[in-house]
């Protein structure tokens, strides 16, 4: 009786994988996570520094508080990434959908001034239909939110300075 030394076939099919970066490319995600019985495959690509989208402009107040002859300084200064307030940055730990407020019409979770505890839900992102909430990664004083309501986040994208 012949014996059969065929090993049990590979679940892995990397056709699937080249196929989901594929997917990415061609529709600009970031990352995509398909499952199939007990095969989950989930594939991702690095967000560059060019991927951030929202940037704070200059406070107006200190342009026209500057004297004329600091006046073409100004202009030059604006292309560099604008100062943040220091502090810690609290980052998205995922890609997704960030919400100021529990509910659309709630008050948001938190405003700047505000002091929050280590752990105090900051925000909301929505992944996959689902809503993760945001803690404070410390105490202390929110001194800049950097996002806007419902607006899209990438991973490790800086969302609020805690001072």
């Given at each position: 009786m012949p014996t059969s030394s065929k090993a049990p076939a590979d679940p892995f099919d990397a056709r699937l994988v080249r196929k989901l970066a594929d997917i990415l490319t061609e529709t600009g995600l970031t990352e995509i996570e398909v499952e199939q019985g007990a095969l989950k495959i989930r594939v991702?690509?690095?967000?560059?520094?060019?991927?951030?989208?929202?940037?704070?402009?200059?406070?107006?107040?200190?342009?026209?508080?500057?004297?004329?002859?600091?006046?073409?300084?100004?202009?030059?200064?604006?292309?560099?990434?604008?100062?943040?307030?220091?502090?810690?940055?609290?980052?998205?730990?995922?890609?997704?959908?960030?919400?100021?407020?529990?509910?659309?019409?709630?008050?948001?979770?938190?405003?700047?001034?505000?002091?929050?505890e280590a752990g105090q839900t900051l925000f909301i992102v929505e992944a996959m239909k689902t809503m993760n909430p945001i803690p404070a990664s410390r105490a202390g004083r929110i001194v800049e939110i950097l996002v806007e309501d419902a607006q899209p986040v990438e991973f490790g994208e800086p969302l609020a300075i805690i001072e």
């Open positions: 991702a690509k690095q967000a560059t520094a060019a991927a951030v989208h929202h940037v704070a402009p200059p406070a107006p107040v200190a342009v026209a508080a500057a004297p004329a002859a600091a006046a073409p300084a100004a202009p030059a200064a604006a292309p560099a990434a604008p100062a943040r307030a220091a502090g810690d940055e609290v980052k998205s730990p995922m890609v997704g959908t960030i919400y100021l407020q529990p509910n659309p019409g709630s008050p948001p979770f938190v405003k700047v001034g505000d002091t929050v």
